[in-house]
Structures are given as structure tokens and as C-alpha cells.
């Protein structure tokens, strides 16, 4: 008995790791009643291991903590700001969902598709992207061969189920997905429809992110057309970019393209990720410089800024690859000083 239970409390606390250096811990607790043992022991364990459990302190959306976030990191995206945090939160917020939250992003890279991704993940889960219950599927990396499509399929199908059960408060993240084999995509519709549950797995509560570079050309076109007639950037509303939803522009070929998902209108948001200007890229670079420690002097940002490539040509309004590779120009620049510093 006393072996048994040792065995059991090692199970519990260790997770199946090394019983070794804690028997004590297990052999002050041999005393203790069968059902509360097993409470004590899975409280316990949710101290140490993340826990799916609402009293545990592992999956705790935090808005506030996220509008910060995006407030301060992210540049020039009033219109991802302002959808995905009520979105969040009124999804969160409803212990009763009719359906899975689907956001879509859309928009050039460098705009901030991943790093909005991470914020989410990180305010919503205390391990923020290493979380047991956030998944992330790369499309070139997880589904890169075409023929083998009904088997990502069913593993897909599988992987989100499984995860599910586990935690109904999880995160999938499809980065590339108008890169994703076609056809694939509606595997995914059975969980994200509105279903009380599949048997007997409730994915109501569950959250998935959608990233693709569809829909960038458009964005810009409509972007382009407003500025010159004189409006601000700050005014543009998802009202005026709606238009672009309904003519399919962000599924164009690939992943969403013709997917049932669309045809059943299960996307909840289309999230508009505009191309930055020029003065984001110094937001940008100021942050990085001021991460790596350095003084963001008026100089270096502008150093930094020149260093990237801008379009159209006539007026060079956005920047071709927004906030993307400021890191490495950053560390490029201030290791050149350091150089000059050093040896000139
Ligand atoms: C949420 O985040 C804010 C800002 O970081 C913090 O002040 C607050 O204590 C957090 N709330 C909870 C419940 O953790
Ligand atoms: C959860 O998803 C991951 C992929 O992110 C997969 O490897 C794993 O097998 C899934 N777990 C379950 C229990 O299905």
C-alpha cells in the first residue's frame, strides 16, 4: 500500500520524472485520505506544471495587460488594436459561446501579424507561447507536400481534438495559411462551427488565429487611394476596408481560397494589417535600440530608417518590409559603431 500510493505521489508530483531525491515529500503524505490526497496532490501539481484549471494561475487572459502591450509595441495599427482586443474580450468574457473565435490577419509582412499573435499568447497564458495549450502550425513546415493532404488532415483533426479535451481555453495559430495545401483548411470547420460539442468535446471556448500576406497588394491600393484624397491614416475604419473582404481580396489563391470556412462565414474578424510608414520604422527601430540597451539617439533612428526601402516610388510612402529585419539593421549599425569606435 505504502509502495503503491509512494508511486502514485511520485507520479503526480514529478509528472514521471525522477522519483529519486523527493521520496520524503511523498512519505509525509502516505497518511493522508485516498480523495483528498489526490486533490491535495493535483493542486499540488498545478503549482508546479501548467494546468488547464480555472483556479490555477496558468491560463489567465489578461486585457488590460494586452492593451498595453499593443498600445506601446505595436505601430501604426489602430485598426488591429481596436478589433482584436473587444474581440478578445467578448469572446473571453462570455462564458457561453456560441462558436470559436476565428480572426483572420491579413497584410504585408513586417506589419505585425506574428508579433500580434505572441502578445495574445502571452497574455493569455502565464508560459505566453511555450503554453502546453498554444499551438502554432507553420504551413511550409507542418503541411509542406501537397499529395499528403488527407493525412494532415486527419492529424490535424486529431492534434486539435486532443488538445482540446485537454484544454478548452486553447490557441491555434496557422501562420501561412494561404500557403496551406488546398482543401485542407475545412478539416478544421467541424470545431470552429456552431456545435455544443463534438462528441462530447466542447470547443466553443477555443481560439484560432489565422496569418497570411493575402490581401497586402489591396490594402495598399485602397491605402494609397484614401491618402491621396487627403485622409489620415488614423481615420481610415474598418468600414472603409470592408469593401476588400467582400470582393475576396484577402483569399486570394491558397489556404482560405474557396474553403467552406469562408462560404459558411465562419471567419468572426478579417483584420486589416496596414503597410507602415516611415515613421513607424523609426518607432520600430527606437524599441529595438533602447531592448539592446543603447541610447535611441535622433542620429540612429534615422540611421536605421534609411537603411530600409520604400514604395511607391513616386512619393516612398510604406516601407516594402515594415518592422521585419529593424533587429538585424539595429545590431548591423550598432556593432559598425562600436567598430568606428574602437579602431578609427
Ligand atoms: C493585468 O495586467 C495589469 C497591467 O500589467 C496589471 O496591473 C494587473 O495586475 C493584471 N491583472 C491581473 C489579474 O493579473
Ligand atoms: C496537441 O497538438 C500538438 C501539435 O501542436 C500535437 O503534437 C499533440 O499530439 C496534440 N496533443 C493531443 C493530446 O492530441
Known sequence: MKLRCMAICCLLILNL???DGSVSVGATAVGLAGAALYAGFDKLRCTFYECCSNNANWVKPN????????????????????V????????LQNDNPSKALVMSFHGWTGGGKNYVSKFIAENMYKLGTKSQYVHVFVSTVDFPHEGKVDIYKLNLQDWIRGNVSRCERSLFIFDEIDKMPLGMINGIKPFIDYHESINGVDFRKSIFIFLSNTGGPDITRAML????????????????????????AFNEEGGLHKSEIIQHS????YIPFLPLERRHIELCARDEIIRRGHKATKDLIKKVADEMMYFPPENKLFSTTGCKRISQKVGFLLADEEYNRLFD
Open 17 to 19: 520524472s525522477r522519483c
Open 63 to 82: 486585457m488590460t495587460a494586452l492593451n498595453i502591450a499593443l498600445e506601446a509595441q505595436l505601430h501604426g495599427q489602430h485598426l488591429v488594436r481596436h
Open 84 to 91: 482584436v482586443s473587444r474581440a478578445l474580450k467578448a469572446h
Open 225 to 248: 487611394k484614401m491618402w491621396r484624397s487627403g485622409k489620415n491614416r488614423e481615420d481610415i475604419s474598418m468600414v472603409d476596408l470592408e469593401h476588400l473582404t467582400q470582393l475576396g
Open 266 to 269: 465562419l471567419v468572426d474578424h
